[in-house]
Each structure stands twice: as structure tokens, then as C-alpha cells.
């Protein structure tokens, strides 16, 4: 048999709301009769003050959290160098580049260039779910 | 009063119900991730491997494929038996592959089988915390719940570093692991290479007077390769008359430590299932050859994400730090074997 949490989120959060409320309410109670010079104010103050922050935090807990998936939004880059006269070019990732790859001729010596390097630049960023 | 003791009493409801809130949306994040790699996979397979016929099923079938390990309860033998585990596996995901994608060539189908691979990972990850949180959830047990919840920060990184890998995997872009095989690479490019076991590539290379046998996995598709059969044909072949072993690999750096940084030790720097490791072991201690390991530290997602500017100029670095190994270790003339270990997704020879 399937069990069912005792406490649905929407009941915690009243259940919550009503304790800060109560808090609140012995708080201003314990006020009054410390102004009136009570015996029991004390009482009434740590009461108050122990409930609010209690339901404060739990309030806290309950706060929708945004679903929030960390993608990383990768920029690749491909750099071509020609092995004769060190010239390096620089463009963004193409499918089928791979280190070592011959590529286009060197605009400066017109000698065969080839991939050096493939590698990312990271750019964080956050997609909403 | 009454009011805070019933708080006090339920307390533990309350924080059991909180806790099944987190990991619902956990939940929630590794579908959209399982449900893009599947998207992922099936639209790259049919962009590359140009299927006659609708693959869906195909891929689906893919994703709840299992494997048993063997028995160990009798140790003995036991990495033979996993040897073989691990080739049938090999052949089957090959299999497979060409099914999905005839029109691929040998580098796209490791890559394919790479990705696949990844989505399985991330589709099994789904469906375990599917289950622990339903079981959670049927039984209300605080301990599973609790255990769970507090897992999860562990389970979604390894999950995101499974889901960046995803275009690496369906471009050929290399990845961090990978950096091993690009030391490799850039000290055998241009000298001639010759297979020597299934997968590795090996080149005689000279340097500083000394002449190594380095090898890598073939490139450049998304490949690791069996090492451990290369480094064995290596040493039997030169009948164990080599002076040193250095493995280079990409190894989980802890946090607060810089990617791209480079330490050395001794031992076969290999990771995997322990075959390879074992073979190397086993052939070192045979010809009494010590194995030295230059690992270059990376991060779980970088190691299966786009290779990072930090990693690929480490490459470089690692190949001074062997320069120095050999001057300090080895007198000229001597034989060296250097096996760059990682997937070389990307990187030639």
C-alpha cells in the first residue's frame, strides 16, 4: 500500500503562516504587559520571539526554490597553424575538425596549415526548467 | 503552547515531506536532461548515419541495456572474466551503432557509441532516483529519504557533466579526458605509427637521446583503447629491456585545485574497470620495469566536457615534465615506452 506524506506543502505553509501569526500576537501581547509591568511578559516575549523565528525559517524552507538547470553554454574554438611560418587563425569549431587535421592553405606562405588546437571557453549560464 | 508541542512532534514529517519536495525537482531536472540526451542522440544518428528505417525503438531498447558482472565470490581469474565482459560488450555497442547508423564512418561510430553511452548513463541516473524516491515515498522511511536528499548535490553534478559531454560527444570535439592522448599525439605527430593492439597506435620516436615507443588510442574518433594489451606487446616484444613506463593521464583534481595542474607519481595511471591497470601491473613486475604517472588534474564534468584552454596548454607542460623524467631517470640510448591514456575523441596522431 502506498503511504501518502502526511503533510501536503500548501498545509505546511498555512500551518506556518498561522504560527507566525500566533508568534506575532503573543509578541505584542508580551509588549503590553511588559509596558504594564506584568509578571508574565517574559513569558509571553520568548514565546513570541522563539515561535516567529521557527515559523520564519520554516516559511523559508517552504519558499518555491525557481528550478534552475546550471547549463554551460560552451564556445569552441579551432585554431589553424601553418608549420612553416607560425601564422595562426582562429575560428569557431566546425564537425569533422579534429587536432592534427590538415587545413587550408597559409595566406602568408601558401604552405599546408593544419589544426593545432580545439578548445572551449566556458560561458556559464542558467536555463530555466 | 499546545501549538508548538504538536510542531515538535511532527517535526520529523515535516522535514521528511520538505526533503521529498528537493528531490521531486531533482527529479524533475534529470528527466529534462535524460529527455535531451535522447533528443541528442536520435537526432545526430540520423544526421550521420542516414538509418533506412525509424531507430526510436532502436535507441529506447539501447537505453535499458544492463550488464552483469561476473561472480566474485571466487576472485580467482576473475579479470579474465571481465576481460571478456567488456569485449563482448565492445562488439555489442558496435553492433548496434552500425545498425543505427550504416552511413558512418569508423571515427563517427565510436563517437555515436560514445554518445549513446552518455545517454544510457544519464538515463540509468533517472531511473535510480526514480526508484529510491517512489520507494522512499511508498514506505515513508526516513533514512532512505534523508540519504537521498543528501546525495543529490553529488548525483546532478555528475548528471550535468554527463549532459555538457553530449555535443562534444555527437561533434568529435575533444574532451578533458583526453588529454592524455593529446601528450601522446603531439610527441608521435609526424613519425610513422603501426598498430599494436586492438585500437593503439605506437611510434618510435626520438627525444633528448633517447628513443620512445609512445602509443595512444587511434584517433580521432571517441576511442580509449586497450593500453594495457599495447604496453604488454611492447614489453614482451623488446623482451622487458625498456628503462621505464611513463602513463599520462587525466585524473579528478580535489576541490580548490587548479585544472590543468600536473603531479607525478609512480603506478599505471589508467583508470576503467582495472583490466588494462591489471596487465600493466602484471608485465612491469615481470621485467621489473618501474611505471611512472604524470596525471593532469581536471573536474568530473571537465573530464567529460569540451577540452578547456587549461587543459590542452597542459599537454604541453606534461611534455617538459617527461624531458625532465627521462634527463633524471634515464641515460642516453636507453628505450623509453610513454603511453598517453584517455579517449581521443578528436585528437589524430
Not at chain 1, 502506498?2 to 506556518?16: D, E, H
Not at chain 1, 564556445?75 to 597553424?81: A, H, K, S, W
Not at chain 2, 520529523?12 to 519536495?21: C, D, E, M, S, Y
Not at chain 2, 596487465?279 to 577540452?307: C, D, F, G, H, R
Request: charge should be neutral; charged fraction near 25%; hydrophobic fraction near 45%.
Amino acid at each position: 500500500m502506498s503511504k501518502r506524506p502526511l503533510f501536503g506543502v500548501g498545509f505546511l505553509l498555512l500551518i506556518f503562516t498561522v504560527m507566525l501569526i500566533l508568534s506575532l500576537t503573543f509578541l505584542y501581547l508580551g509588549y503590553i504587559r511588559y509596558l504594564n509591568e506584568t509578571a508574565d511578559s517574559m513569558t509571553y516575549l520568548v514565546t513570541g520571539a522563539f515561535g516567529a523565528l521557527l515559523a520564519t525559517y520554516g516559511i523559508m524552507q517552504m519558499r518555491r526554490k525557481t528550478a534552475y538547470l546550471h547549463l554551460l553554454d560552451y564556445n569552441i574554438v579551432t585554431t589553424t597553424e601553418c608549420q612553416k611560418c607560425g601564422f595562426k587563425s582562429l575560428r569557431k569549431f566546425e564537425r569533422g575538425d579534429y587536432v592534427f587535421k590538415p587545413a587550408d592553405k597559409c595566406p602568408k606562405c601558401n604552405e599546408a596549415m593544419m589544426i593545432a588546437s580545439i578548445h572551449s571557453e566556458e560561458r556559464s549560464r542558467k536555463g530555466l526548467l | 503552547m499546545l501549538f508548538f508541542m504538536v510542531f515538535f512532534l511532527f517535526y520529523n514529517r515535516i522535514q521528511v515531506a520538505l526533503w521529498l519536495r528537493d528531490i521531486a525537482g531533482a527529479l524533475n531536472r534529470l528527466k529534462v536532461m535524460r529527455d535531451d540526451a535522447r533528443r541528442v542522440a536520435l537526432t545526430t544518428i540520423n544526421e550521420i548515419g542516414k538509418p533506412k528505417e525509424d531507430v526510436t525503438q532502436r535507441v529506447d531498447r539501447f537505453l535499458e541495456y544492463f550488464e552483469i558482472s561476473p561472480v566474485n565470490l571466487d576472485p580467482a581469474g576473475i579479470i579474465l572474466k571481465l576481460e571478456h565482459l567488456i569485449n563482448v560488450r565492445d562488439e555489442r555497442f558496435k553492433d548496434e551503432v552500425k545498425m543505427m547508423a550504416p552511413a558512418s564512418d569508423e571515427a563517427q561510430t565510436h563517437n555515436l557509441e560514445n554518445l549513446l553511452e552518455a545517454t544510457w548513463a544519464l538515463n540509468t541516473i533517472y531511473r535510480v532516483v526514480r526508484h529510491f524516491y517512489l520507494f522512499g515515498k511508498k514506505t515513508m522511511s526516513f533514512y532512505i529519504i534523508m540519504q537521498l536528499q543528501m546525495l543529490l548535490p553529488i548525483i546532478l553534478q555528475e548528471a550535468e557533466a554527463f549532459s555538457g559531454a553530449l555535443n562534444a560527444f555527437a561533434n568529435g570535439q575533444p574532451i578533458g579526458d583526453g588529454a592524455g592522448a593529446l601528450v601522446a599525439a603531439k610527441l608521435m605527430h609526424n613519425y610513422e605509427k603501426v598498430e599494436v593492439a586492438k585500437d593503439v597506435v605506437m611510434a618510435e620516436v626520438p627525444l633528448d637521446g633517447r628513443k620512445l615507443l609512445v602509443l595512444k588510442a587511434e584517433g580521432p574518433g571517441g576511442n580509449v583503447g586497450r593500453p594495457g594489451d599495447g604496453v604488454k606487446a611492447l614489453l614482451d616484444k623488446n623482451e622487458g629491456k625498456v628503462s621505464m613506463v611513463v602513463m599520462i593521464d587525466a585524473a579528478l583534481k580535489f576541490e580548490g585545485e587548479k585544472t590543468g595542474e600536473i603531479s607525478e607519481g609512480i603506478g599505471a595511471a589508467i583508470g576503467g574497470e582495472g583490466v588494462d591497470r591489471y596487465k600493466i601491473e602484471e608485465v612491469a613486475t615481470k621485467y621489473k620495469v618501474p611505471v611512472n604517472a604524470l596525471i593532469i588534474k581536471e573536474s568530473i564534468q571537465e573530464a567529460i566536457s569540451p577540452m578547456k584552454k587549461e587543459i590542452f596548454q597542459a599537454a604541453d607542460e606534461a611534455i617538459t615534465r617527461i624531458r625532465r623524467i627521462l634527463a633524471e631517470r634515464t641515460k642516453e640510448g636507453d628505450l623509453v615506452i610513454v603511453a598517453g591514456i584517455g579517449n581521443t575523441i578528436g585528437i589524430a596522431q
